[in-house]
């Protein structure tokens, strides 16, 4: 008999990325008068998805009637109506709290291990040493043995939007910690796991990056799809010839998650061209552009994975990191690029800053090898993990007759042109 899986579970699947998740570890390390001292551990497993700014958000109801009454680490967004409490004010009163990370800065009486990255955490692909958040908690009227203490539920995750579905929390074998001399070991007194995976479909109606396409083969210029991003907000995009252009890029009020798109005939916040640039006897060249269309927001940390099946032969790339993406141990398919940290890591703002450019060199397979049939441009495309929107295939530059004795000038001559024209457009 096959196994059923709910829409809300097919939606959350990701065939790039099978087994990425977000897991919360949550580990009680001792008893108090009236509660426990908790350390709530975020790990993202995910491989190319990160949390970047404004940062997680992590919510859940209780069970009975705790409250927090103090945070190392985090804070809580409200604290509810602690009027009951005279002598000891609670940190937070409410039934269903929801928790954030510090700010990098915070005071050193406020901190916690792993923690004050304002929420930001890496994808376990990209750098698993800054793919862990951690704060303490000291919850009260909660019960103070393994018997009375009841897990919470409903578990919620924004990173930073919407799009995490959390399962219901699993009590798990007590995780082991090494003191901080490392000489003993110690262990949580219980410990009860919470899995959250996230689904593109549920964090937005429609795409949120488009990709575009051209080669050295061909003078046309494929663009991203018209309102591939949707175009119901075309009434609040931003013109060539408005005000807000011409003041210097950064000096725009901002606010966590505003939005002001240039405005574009696919309305995306986020371009990928990818452009066949050059063909060598024994290898060809493809040039990737990304381009920020969004004059509110900075992409820190970004990654890009492409699908491609030449991707199985990447001799070099020049100015982005590259890591491969093996899914499933026979298909090496799918390549991860992420920027140069203080160099190409923060793809800024829509202006001079907000276009950032590599270029990949891969070595031809003469038996899989060819330029036809749209074969040279990638089959799937996603950026800070959500996948793009691609042209419809009719619509790709396709090989004329004549090209198989193009010239290596012949070459560089259309593709600089056409990538100029990628500014211009």
């Known amino acids: 008999m096959f196994p059923v899986f709910n829409d809300q579970h097919l939606s959350a699947y990701d065939p790039l990325d099978p087994t990425g998740n977000v897991t919360v570890k949550w580990d009680i390390m001792s ?3 009236d509660g426990y001292i908790a350390i ?6 995910q491989t190319f998805r990160h949390f970047m700014k404004p940062g997680w958000t992590i919510g859940w109801t209780w069970a009975k009637k705790e409250i927090i009454w103090s945070i190392n680490g985090a804070q809580a967004v409200e604290q509810g109506d602690c009027s009951k409490f005279k002598a000891n004010i609670p940190h937070s009163c409410k039934r269903s709290p929801a928790v954030v990370d510090l700010l ?7 901190q916690f291990g792993n923690c004050c990255k304002g929420g930001v955490v890496a994808a376990w692909g990209q750098d698993p040493s800054a793919a862990v958040s951690q704060f ?8 103070t043995s393994n018997k009375t203490v009841k897990l919470p539920k409903s578990f919620t995750l924004l990173g930073p939007g919407p799009g995490y579905t959390c399962g219901p929390p699993k009590m798990v074998p007590s995780t082991k910690f090494l003191t901080p001399d490392g000489l003993r070991r110690t262990q949580a007194l219980l410990t009860w796991n919470v899995t959250c995976t996230y689904s593109q479909f549920m ?21 991203c799809p018209t309102c591939a991003c949707g175009c119901q907000n075309n009434g609040t995009c931003v013109n060539g010839d408005s005000r807000i252009l011409q003041l210097p890029v950064g000096n725009t009020t901002r606010k966590d998650n505003s939005s002001l798109l240039q405005c574009t005939h696919h309305m995306c916040p986020v371009r990928v061209h990818w452009h066949v640039k050059v063909n060598y006897k ?45 899914a499933y141990d026979s298909i090496n398919d799918t390549a991860m690029f992420y920027g140069m940290k203080n160099y190409n890591d923060e793809l800024m703002e829509a202006g001079p800053l907000g276009n950032l450019q590599s270029e990949v060199l891969l070595q031809k397979d003469q038996n899989t090898f060819t330029f036809k049939q749209g074969w040279a441009f990638p089959r799937k495309v996603y950026f800070n993990g959500d996948e793009c929107m691609l042209p419809p295939p009719d619509t790709y530059p396709f090989l004329p007759n004549s090209a198989h004795g193009s010239s290596h000038f012949f070459s560089m001559l259309i593709s600089t042109l056409i990538f100029l024209l990628t500014y211009i457009w």
Do not use: D
């Not at 990098?104 to 406020?110: I, K, L, S």
């Not at 552009?289 to 004059?295: D, M, P, R």
């Open 31 to 33: 008893w108090t008068s």
């Open 203 to 223: 964090a937005r109606k429609n795409p949120s990056c488009c990709v575009s396409l051209s080669s050295f083969y061909n003078q046309i210029l494929t663009p």
């Open 282 to 326: 024994e290898y060809w060249r493809v040039k990737i552009a990304i381009t920020n269309f969004n004059y509110m927001k900075n992409f820190s940390t970004w990654t890009l994975v492409v699908q491609h099946p030449n991707l199985n032969n990447v001799t070099q790339v020049f100015s982005f990191e590259y890591k491969p993406l093996i």
């Open 136 to 143: 303490q908690i000291t919850v009260g009227l909660s019960g």
């Open 104 to 110: 990098p800065g915070a005071p050193f009486n406020q």
């Open 40 to 45: 709530v551990t975020l790990f993202n497993f």
